[in-house]
């Protein structure tokens, strides 16, 4: 699943508890890695989950 997310791990926890999937795949611009300066814009302005300003976009995944 992927969604536009604020960065509050309290949202990730709601997603990990409702649908036991958790984040596996984030931008990496802050870690210097192969997407620096490379931040995909959220498709929505709101957190997927509080509703709140998203600031990047979020890939869930259950983890088997």
Do not use: N, R
């Amino acid at each position: 699943m992927k969604t536009p997310w604020c960065g509050d791990e309290a949202c990730e926890e709601v997603i990990k508890e409702k649908i036991a999937a958790e984040i596996v795949m984030q931008p990496l611009a802050d870690e210097g890695g192969s997407t620096a300066g490379e931040v995909p814009e959220p498709e929505h302005d709101e957190c997927g989950v509080c509703g709140d300003p998203a600031d990047e976009i979020a890939y869930f995944a259950k983890s088997y």
